[in-house]
């Protein structure tokens, strides 16, 4: 098998041209081409005209003639496939828990009911039908249900976003993952697309797709079901206590989410070894996505082959701090994303189509144990600090505090919204958010507002921050080992909640990563 970089498509030309144009780089016939896939497919938009690159696998008659000629941006290719251990043999007494249902707890449920092993799912949160439905009550004004929210509930915070994509591992297991998403309904680009995404209106199909496919393998998983305790002698689990009841169990999952704090805070009191770790904390900041579009495409803006562009952006901030965008929106809005009755707490999504005004994305300074202290739960004292300062702001009913970019450098309050209007469901007070931050992050952000306006101009001056962004990633980790096990035998911490992914993709891979190492050490009842 070959790769093959490099192959262009003009903006006016379609998929069905690379073909063709494979076969001129390769310099063979079209007979002499058995079959291609694309591998990626990503935007050059630095010069004009913009053109689309992709990069293909393809089998070719005479391969190894065809690599003596060392054509350019050609190479032979060895993709590492996909492969499961071999089962363990050692007996398992009760079949294994999954606690908690997003990304990691999905994937590790669902090779393990592939293999046999038929788990058992406790999600503290809804089905994705309930869940959606009070989501959005939330979003309309209604009261915020504390277990079930964006936070919480089948399909974990990622339900809620944009549903992209990001990894930038070869790990066959993210490809993996991909293929999977696909089978249950993911649009078939997101295994070739530099930047894939699904969207939050198509995400709720495929985790109810995922759903039912673990129930029909045999496994069981039950909602509203919190894993409210952990039965532990000798340092090794006995038993979950789930919603009161005393559940055997010797084997569970930890796929929590990095919201969990109280089951965080369980765990350590029952010995858990645990760590502080650095994060990040921030706000979103909106634009006109046609601004956007008009900054990175130029007289390309709007074309419909490009769809809604998107950002991604770094800086190192004066005092050292790096400061970055992350989640970009594009067409999307700025989510009310508490789990906690009196903190406000931000977050983006977009639908598939990625057709609304507003471009958002959150903009963060990273934060490390220096700012907070190192017990493994002060990041999480100063997480709730934040949320807690921003429900103030806001007026203490979910408002969120708002404030106009250029206001936020010149250090006045905002008083008028301006042309663009804030598109956070709940509403926004505007204020001068740098009495929401301490100074070290506040001047970190301005560093990153001005450098961001030079690499796109027009950032700082028609933006608007929304805040707090302060659940990018988990602010402890919890310590494992070479088996993946924590302190406690019997207990695999995994995906984002554990401090070890972030992200859609890397969660799930965690958990295809923690399935696996059960599969090799157990055998299925």
């Known amino acids: 098998m070959l790769r093959v ?281 909106e634009h006109p996505q046609a601004m956007i579009d008009k900054a990175l495409y130029g007289r390309y803006a709007g074309h419909p082959r490009l769809g809604a562009a998107s950002y991604r952006m770094t800086c190192r901030a004066a005092n050292g701090r790096g400061v970055y965008t992350f989640c970009m929106c594009p067409g999307g809005f700025v989510v009310p994303a508490s789990s906690i009755p009196d903190g406000v707490v931000v977050n983006g999504m977009s639908e598939h189509a990625r057709d609304q005004a507003n471009a958002n994305s959150a903009l963060l300074v990273q934060v490390t144990p220096a700012d907070y202290g190192h017990d493994p739960f002060d990041g999480m004292r100063f997480q709730e600090e934040l949320e807690h300062r921003a429900f103030l702001m806001g007026g203490g009913d979910h408002r969120a505090p708002a404030q106009q970019v250029t206001d936020f450098l010149a250090h006045r309050a905002s008083e008028t919204i301006g042309a663009l209007k804030p598109s956070y469901a709940r509403g926004v007070t505007l204020c001068d958010l740098h009495a929401l931050f301490p100074k070290e992050i506040s001047t970190a952000l301005e560093d990153g507002l001005r450098h961001f306006e030079h690499q796109l101009p027009g950032f700082s001056a028609s933006g608007i921050m929304t805040a707090v962004e302060s659940r990018s990633s988990a602010p402890l980790r919890m310590c494992r080992d070479e088996r993946l096990m924590s302190s406690i035998e019997g207990i695999m911490p995994l995906g984002e909640g554990a401090g070890y992914a972030g992200g859609i993709v890397t969660s799930a891979v965690d958990g295809v990563r923690g399935a696996m190492a059960l599969i090799r050490r157990f055998a299925p009842q």
């Open 5 to 285: 970089s490099q192959v262009r498509l003009t903006i006016d030309e379609d998929l069905s041209q690379l073909k063709a144009k494979l076969c001129r780089k390769l310099r063979i016939a079209a007979d002499d081409l058995i079959r291609f896939s694309i591998i990626k497919e990503s935007i050059d938009a630095r010069k004009d005209p913009i053109v689309f690159s992709y990069t293909l696998a393809c089998e070719v008659r005479h391969e190894a003639a065809l690599l003596k000629r060392h054509l350019r941006d050609v190479s032979a290719m060895h993709p590492e496939p996909f492969a499961l251990p071999a089962q363990g043999n050692e007996p398992l007494k009760h079949r294994p828990a999954v606690i908690g249902f997003g990304p990691s707890g999905m994937f590790a449920a669902l090779l393990l009911a592939q293999q046999g092993y038929r788990p058992i799912v406790f999600e503290r949160g809804s089905c994705v039908e309930t869940r959606t439905r009070r989501v959005r009550a939330f979003w309309a004004g209604g009261q915020l249900d504390p277990q079930c929210n964006v936070q919480f509930g089948e399909g974990g915070a990622g339900t809620f976003s944009d549903g992209k994509l990001t990894s930038r591992s070869k790990d066959p297991r993210c490809h993996h993952v991909l293929e999977e998403l696909v089978r249950f309904g993911a649009p078939p680009q997101i295994l070739y697309e530099a930047h894939p995404h699904i969207g939050t209106d198509i995400l709720s199909g495929i985790v109810r797709n995922l759903r039912e496919e673990i129930i029909a393998l045999g496994g069981e998983i039950h909602f509203d079901a919190q894993a409210e305790d952990f039965h532990i002698a000798d340092g090794r689990l006995r038993a979950l206590i789930v919603n009161g009841e005393e559940i055997p169990c010797e084997q569970a999952l930890l796929c929590v989410g990095h919201s969990a704090r109280d089951t965080m805070r369980t765990l350590h009191a029952r010995g858990m070894r645990m760590e502080a770790k650095a994060f990040a904390v921030g706000a979103r900041v």
